[in-house]
């Protein structure tokens, strides 16, 4: 059999991909494809982002009552200790808590004797007060070069999760030498009760109760007087929607955007009143954290309704979890609406949003949030 000459071989690979680029071009056409990447996207960025928050703000929450370094064996013996207790308090077994805090304080004993016997094996690297000018370069490396930077700063969640386990075992089994009828309870473990109880409640609250609306501007135009600016179609129809959530829930409306004033503007004209306006961020990584900077400067809102086109959704949930906001989805509509199958420009409208947040997901996934300002 004769080979195929390489010209005719490149012929037919260029007329395979044009082919294939054609079927794309129609399937971008057709409702299907802007359907398609909503899925995918819901699937890459679980919606469920909102665990991510919940566990920021559970950390929060500890830290803040205790004086514990998070992450440390002592921080993981105090959530073991906590845990099992909760179980206690579940299964009505209160005889059981002067035996679990006689464990614990057991376990704390043992925690603080293996850390002061891991200071004292090792070697402390000294930091000379004043070095000589000629010998300073070469002295601080060699002293930093003593410390792992990277032992430092790696934490294995495998090997907490063990430790936890171990911690949790050690409350529920251990053996005092007292029994629980001679050991007494003392007022630290209703103290830690109540914590409890007081986290458990702000767990159902967070996960129930909004405590505030977000609204992330769409963009601005220009009046038909082509002189005044003015809130475009994106921006208009999800202040539409802010509107009806509004009326039902009667919460505070945040304005997040560049935008902020001008749809300030346009829900006063229409009887609304929203003086939470973050006017300072210039894309979705700044509007959820200048937003949740706002909101914590106001006494702190740990979950939100948020408004925005089913497209930005996503990805503006991902980055509100990462600053420790949980959001209620409220997709507004689309300027424009899905058709028939059939080629129509107004398909291709959602499939180049689909597109444009598809890419910018996969930017943000990959190598982060660049050119995200810290403060506005």
Not at 154 to 168: E, F, G, I, R
Not at 231 to 258: F, Q
């Amino acid at each position: 059999m004769r080979k195929l000459h390489w010209m005719i071989k490149l012929v037919r690979m260029a007329a395979i991909l044009f082919v294939l680029l054609a079927c794309l071009v129609v399937f971008w056409y057709t409702p299907f494809y802007s359907n398609l990447i909503v899925k995918a996207l819901d699937q890459f960025v679980p919606i469920e982002v909102n665990r991510v928050a919940a566990k920021s703000q559970q950390m929060a929450s500890l830290t803040d009552t205790e004086d514990l370094e998070p992450g440390s064996d002592e921080w993981i013996a105090r959530q073991a200790y906590l845990t099992v207790v909760e179980d206690a308090i579940k299964h009505q077994n209160s005889q059981a808590l002067a035996l679990i805090q006689a464990r614990y304080k057991v376990l704390q004993a043992d925690i603080q004797k293996e850390q002061a016997e891991e200071d004292e094996s090792q070697e402390k690297p000294h930091i000379p007060l004043m070095l000589k000018p000629e010998n300073a370069t070469s002295e601080v490396q060699a002293t930093f070069a003593k410390i792992d930077v990277a032992e430092l700063l790696t934490q294995n969640s495998d090997d907490d999760k063990a430790l936890m386990d171990k911690y949790v075992h050690f409350l529920k089994s251990y053996q005092i030498a007292e029994s629980a009828e001679q050991l007494s309870v003392d007022q630290q473990v209703y103290k830690d009760i109540a914590l409890i109880q007081n986290q458990n409640e702000d767990k159902k609250r967070t996960l129930s109760q909004p405590y505030a609306i977000v609204v992330v501007g769409g963009g601005l135009t220009l009046d038909k007087n082509q002189k005044d600016i003015i809130v475009n179609d994106y921006t208009r129809l999800r202040l539409e929607t802010t509107l009806k959530i509004r009326k039902a829930t009667k919460l505070p409306i945040v304005l997040s955007g560049v935008e902020a004033p001008y749809m300030q503007k346009w829900l006063n004209a229409r009887g609304v009143d929203a003086n939470l306006l973050e006017n300072s961020s210039m894309n979705t990584c700044e509007n959820t954290r200048f937003s949740s900077l706002l909101l914590q400067k106001k006494g702190g809102a740990p979950t939100v309704l948020l408004v925005t086109d089913r497209y930005h959704m996503p990805r503006t949930r991902r980055l509100f979890a990462l600053n420790g906001v949980e959001t209620i989805a409220v997709e507004a509509p689309m300027p424009t609406q899905l058709t028939e199958w059939k080629p129509s420009k107004l398909n291709y409208d959602h499939s180049r949003r689909a597109n444009y947040e598809m890419l910018a997901t996969i930017r943000d996934v990959l190598f982060g949030t660049s050119g995200c300002r810290e403060v506005p």
